[in-house]
């Protein structure tokens, strides 16, 4: 399975604060917004993921992961010109992509739970079709939203409706296997102007292909595209880590306990960082484990 972080956008809805770099390189509390969508490819296991963002940011995102040796892993980088809607990213990436299945997470979105790696491992276990999320949510007008018949079957998908029949959106995570190349290359564009990854979405269902998994209580979910939301997130991580002695989107930690790479590579990766907690927390980790 390949991994595909999509980290396009103008970031408007965050100026101006993104004014002159992309939304998805401003810190969510100690590290950048980026991390929490790469720490979740690579708890799934995936090792080769692309990173697609616009010609402006993609120097930066380069600057800031290299080639992503160093977690044990490999980054490659690509250019959206324009904001043409999550479902341009299988256009773009198509190369990349190939023969194989692909798990796409928006770049602005963080996920946390004591069950969620378990809910990873249960989506990313399919043979075909794909594989979405649904998570309640009080306000489903902002989002893709998912309606479920009376015993759990998906009756139909909307994107942002006036009148939504359910209270589940549709998270910025998503599986799919090799079909979703041809299916993106042949989706129309929105009355928005993007093409809408709910379209692709609506296909699968048609085809009868598409499983939706309802997040478990207790797990959370950040789309962190406004100042609030953004807020949101850094009070999160901030509470989390410093009362449970756990941390979110630790690509070091997590890159050590997958295999990765070694207890060497670990503590070279802390020496500069030595002065911060987030030093001092894969200094932890490298004693305890």
């Keep these: 399975m390949k991994g595909v972080v999509l980290a396009g956008g103008t970031g408007t809805r965050l100026y101006p604060a993104t ?13 950048p917004m980026i991390y929490y969508s790469l720490a979740v490819l690579m708890l799934l296991g995936v090792r080769d993921i692309l990173i697609i963002s616009t010609s ?4 930066m995102f380069k600057d800031l992961l290299k080639d992503g040796e160093q977690f044990g892993v490999h980054f490659s980088y690509m250019v959206q010109e324009k904001p043409r809607g999550i479902a341009d990213a299988f256009i773009v990436g198509k190369d990349f992509i190939g023969t194989d299945s692909v798990c796409l997470i928006l770049g602005d979105n963080l996920f946390y739970g004591a069950d ?47 009148e939504p029949k359910s209270n589940f959106a549709v998270p910025g995570l998503y599986f799919y296997d090799n079909d979703v190349l041809e299916i993106a290359n042949n989706i129309k564009y929105s009355n928005r102007g993007e ?25 959370a979910w950040f789309d962190t595209g406004t100042h609030n939301d953004l807020l949101s997130a850094c009070n999160f991580v901030q509470s989390v880590q410093t009362r449970q002695r756990v941390y979110i ?19 070279k990766l802390a020496e500069p960082m030595l002065k911060t907690d987030y030093g001092q927390h894969i200094l932890y980790i490298c004693e305890k484990y």
Excluded: H, W
Aim: some cysteine.
């Design 19 to 31: 004014m002159a770099c992309s939304k998805q390189l401003i810190p969510i509390y100690d590290k």
């Design 116 to 162: 969620f790696e378990d809910s990873l491992n249960k989506a990313a276990n399919f043979r075909d079709g794909a594989v979405i999320f649904g998570y309640f949510v009080k306000n489903p007008k902002d989002f893709g939203v998912v309606e479920f018949s009376k015993d759990g079957k998906v009756l139909s998908i909307e994107e942002k409706p006036k």
């Design 195 to 219: 093409l809408e990854i709910t379209a692709v979405n609506d296909i699968y269902l048609k085809r009868e292909k598409l499983r939706v998994e309802v997040l478990k209580d207790g797990t």
């Design 249 to 267: 989107g630790c690509l070091e930690e997590i890159a050590y306990k997958k295999g990765f790479i070694d207890k060497a590579s670990l503590l």
């Design 56 to 59: 402006k940011d993609v120097p």
